[in-house]
């Protein structure tokens, strides 16, 4: 259950977001039959290794919502309050969210990152808000809105979200916490009119490294989230705090270094554009790059290539980034490979 009331939350928010939060994306067994605890478990503990925060318990996946809460109290009993765990609010319809989000609520996680389903189609920002609404009605969780050019909301106005609806969802809504500002993108004018009109109510902040690293130099940013940051292993929690301290000409010096991974990958993320969809396996594969688990994906899923494979190994090792030496085949097999019939074994066991 959560650790404060619907009323505490932003105070709450406030006070215990700190740092980066990155993404641990599900593992799943050989056969895609199951979950893989172990790799799981793996990815969680590697993210405290690498001094993340917390992370955001990716749903973007095929799998059900069963296996999600079951994968989210993996996580949590991993974690042991030593993360801050953010539950995906991107299942297929409001009343699949609303259920979902309860019994994140009850599995232990931390804040909500709130979507919008992919067949949701408002004729106004309105219908946004009422939308928006009901999911954080059904939580006593902070959650983070995300305007992003993801749900195909320009056409009703080009920040995604209207700020003026974003006004009336901060005034009538006291478990909006943060808000992860990419409306407009690849302009900065949606974070910077959320930074100024809401960031003393709630914490503004840009996911994208690319800008908030130059920004957190000129205006304070009090966390980072959620992104792919594992894909630069321990370097942007230690940047962070770079920031935080003033120490921006360390800061830049990092922050060019990394600029043909940056670059790679924002080519081929760049190539899916449109498809309203992130490539989980390319960032899968970035983060097992840098120690994740990995492991196979079920369909249908986007794919990597192995010419994409090629550009982020070695985009990565030019940023100054030590990665595996292992074989890219052994991406899809997983560090912590498992069966399903081996998690029946060990259940049996532990029973």
């Known amino acids: 259950m959560a650790k404060y009331t619907k009323t505490e939350a932003r105070q709450w928010a406030k006070e215990n977001l700190d740092g980066l939060i990155n993404v641990v994306i599900p593992s799943f067994t050989q056969d ?3 979950l893989n605890e ?46 801050k765990l953010v539950h995906h609010a991107s299942f297929n319809t409001l009343e699949e969210n609303i259920e979902a989000v309860k019994l994140a609520e009850e599995a232990g996680v931390d804040l909500v990152l709130l979507s919008y389903p992919a067949n949701f189609y408002p004729k106004n920002s309105q219908e946004i808000y009422e939308y ?50 990419e409306g407009g993108m690849p302009l900065i004018g949606g974070f910077t009119q959320c930074y100024q009109m809401f960031n003393d109510e709630v914490i503004v902040m840009t996911p994208l490294e690319k800008d908030a690293f130059a920004i957190g130099n000129l205006v304070p940013l009090q966390f980072m989230g959620t992104s792919n940051y594992e894909m630069y292993g321990d370097i942007l929690p230690k940047l962070f705090n770079k920031m935080r301290e003033g120490k921006y000409e360390e800061v830049y010096e990092q922050y060019w270094k990394l600029q043909p991974a940056r670059q790679t990958v924002g080519k081929l993320m760049a190539s899916s554009d449109g498809a309203g ?11 097992w790059l840098n120690g994740f688990n990995g492991g196979p994906l079920r369909q249908p899923t986007m794919k990597i290539n192995q010419s994409q494979m090629n550009a982020i190994r070695q985009a990565l090792i030019a940023s100054g980034i030590e990665v595996t030496k292992d074989d890219d085949s052994q991406f899809f097999v997983g560090r912590f490979p498992e069966t399903t019939s081996e998690k029946g074994e060990n259940a049996l066991i532990n029973s």
């Open 32 to 34: 895609l039959k199951g």
């Open 277 to 287: 969809l992130v490539n989980r396996m390319l960032w899968k594969y970035a983060a």
């Open 38 to 83: 172990k790799g799981i478990r793996h990815d969680v503990s590697r993210c405290l290794e690498l001094g993340f925060t917390g992370t955001l318990l990716v749903s973007e996946v095929v799998m059900t919502l069963d296996e999600y809460i079951e994968f989210s109290k993996i996580a949590v009993d991993e974690a042991a309050g030593k993360l």
């Open 132 to 181: 928006t609404k009901a999911v954080c009605d059904a939580t006593n969780l902070g959650v983070i809105l995300f305007p992003v050019p993801l749900w195909n909301f320009e056409r009703i106005h080009p920040a995604a979200i209207d700020p003026k609806i974003i006004r009336q969802m901060i005034d009538t809504i006291p478990n909006i916490v943060a808000i992860k500002a």
